[in-house]
């Protein structure tokens, strides 16, 4: 059963492009939704998260948008980059899970200069 | 700053072989898990283990055993090894104290191929 669905699965954008990348859950107990970056060859990292009494999450270019009674979230990325080029995942999970996170199916986002 | 190691980048094993992946935290975190990545299906939960000899399975156990004798090591078993075991396998600690301790931290991987 996937609980947290992703899309795209891929993404294709120019430089200075906005991206936008999907989620949807289905369990109302998730309290956490982090956004996790893979580079090729390295392990993925976190990016960004937010938790569900926010609308929305800013860190630099990226902002996490979040709609509690639609059970989606998203990622976007303001002015994209070439560096940013990488897999993006979306999870969930909540407190009372010792396993914690679920993760979405990934997205490859290409940016091209 | 977290660091997870794996103990080796890319393996090539037999199909019968006994296959040992190791993980190592150096961060003294309680958690640790076993996933493995296939395109289009994400990360998958193999094991985890939330303290020294405790275990659990997850989404996909199948196949697999774990060992933690030590805090700071979880081990992947794949007692046989088939060709639908090839993958990227990533190991990942989580503490559960602090600011941060939602998170869990990756090693690089392990791409495994089975012939």
């Known amino acids: 059963q996937q609980q947290v669905k992703q899309s795209p699965q891929s993404l294709i954008v120019q430089k200075g492009g906005i991206p936008i990348i999907n989620c949807a859950y289905e369990?109302?107990?998730?309290?956490?939704f982090p956004w996790y970056q893979q580079f090729p060859g390295k392990g993925p990292a976190l990016l960004i998260a937010?938790?569900?009494?926010?609308s929305e999450k800013k860190e630099g270019r990226f902002t996490i948008s979040f709609n509690k009674s639609a059970k989606q979230f998203s990622l976007h990325i303001m002015d994209s980059q070439p560096g940013d080029s990488a897999t993006y995942f979306c999870a969930a999970s909540h407190s009372g899970s010792a396993r914690q996170l679920t993760f979405g199916s990934g997205t490859q986002l290409t940016v091209l200069p | 700053d977290v660091k997870v190691t794996q103990s080796s980048r890319y393996l090539v094993k037999r199909t019968g072989e006994k296959v040992f992946l190791e993980c190592v935290q150096d961060m003294d975190h309680e958690n640790m898990f076993w996933y493995r990545q296939d395109p289009g299906l994400g990360l998958r939960l193999i094991y985890f283990?939330?303290?020294?000899?405790?275990?659990e399975k997850g989404d996909i156990p199948e196949g697999y055993s774990v060992s933690r004798e030590k805090k700071e090591r979880f081990s992947l078993i794949l007692e046989s090894a088939s060709t639908n075991q090839t993958s990227m396998y990533l190991c990942?600690?989580?503490?559960?104290?602090?600011?941060?301790?939602?998170?869990?931290?990756f090693g690089p991987g392990t791409r495994l191929t089975v012939t």
């Open positions: 369990n109302t107990a998730f309290d956490y």
């Open positions: 937010i938790r569900p009494d926010v």
């Open positions: 283990s939330y303290d020294v000899k405790m275990k």
């Open positions: 990942a600690s989580r503490g559960l104290a602090g600011r941060m301790a939602r998170e869990q931290y």
